[in-house]
């Protein structure tokens, strides 16, 4: 079984500019997250989708992030403009449904570089 | 919100000996509890969790952990570590939240370093 795919694997842009990441997760997989991880931090979570609605985005800073999942199924999230305060690394994670009780599984994450 | 303490940065341990990496967590109310690993350029992987029922858990590669509701602790063991266990260590709570159902709260890590 494939497991989260993410990419690219690795993005470096100047600042001001856009940048848009990609998640494919596991088949079958209803609920979708982003999370940043900060450099020696834990992944806090930026957004849930259970199918293509954002059920849970309280954390994410909506003045320059966006994400989408038209299709409920792959996920964009979109940065617009980059700012320095951005470079991180940013993990989507998957899982069959929405319960605490429910494991998720984390692609190998985009490591974002802002100039 | 949840809030969770990783009370070690770093651990360092020589090979063949035992080590236990440390959790605790905000709420008594009721939670589950999971340890994620992850090695260098890789994402997350479970090791284990705690749902209910016996408070000692065993995952992968020989971790467990024990869930202590009375001091809010769900500390990871392993009884002799290998070098390929030099990783980063996640604790990681859930709670039953409507607003926050199905959030993780993840702690800051600790790095484990596995010396020969």
């Known amino acids: 079984e494939a497991g989260v795919v993410q990419s690219p694997r690795y993005k470096i842009i100047e600042k001001k500019q856009p940048v848009a990441f990609w998640c494919n997760p596991i088949s079958g997989h209803n609920t979708l997250y982003w999370y940043l991880q900060n450099l020696g931090q834990g992944p806090e979570l930026l957004i849930r989708y259970e199918n293509e609605e954002a059920v849970d985005d309280s954390q994410l800073p909506k003045d320059r992030f966006s994400a989408e999942r038209l299709k409920g199924v792959d996920s964009t999230l979109k940065i617009q403009p980059a700012e320095l305060g951005d470079s991180a690394v940013y993990l989507c994670a998957s899982s069959p449904g929405t319960s605490g009780r429910r494991e998720q599984f984390f692609g190998p994450g985009t490591r974002l570089t802002v100039l | ?116």
């Open chain 2, 1 to 116: 919100a949840q809030s969770v303490t990783q009370l070690d940065s770093q651990v360092p341990v020589f090979e063949e000996a035992p080590v236990e990496l440390r959790c605790n967590y905000s709420s008594s109310v009721s939670v589950y509890l999971f340890w994620y690993v992850q090695y260098p350029n890789q994402g997350l992987q479970l090791l284990l969790k705690y749902l209910s029922g016996s408070t000692l858990v065993k995952g992968i590669n020989g971790f467990e952990a024990e869930f202590n509701k009375s001091q809010t602790s769900f500390h990871l063991r392993k009884p002799s570590v290998h070098i390929s266990d030099t990783a980063e260590y996640f604790c990681a709570v859930s709670d039953g939240g409507s607003s926050t159902l199905g959030r993780l709260y993840f702690g800051r890590g600790t790095q484990l370093t596995v010396w020969p």
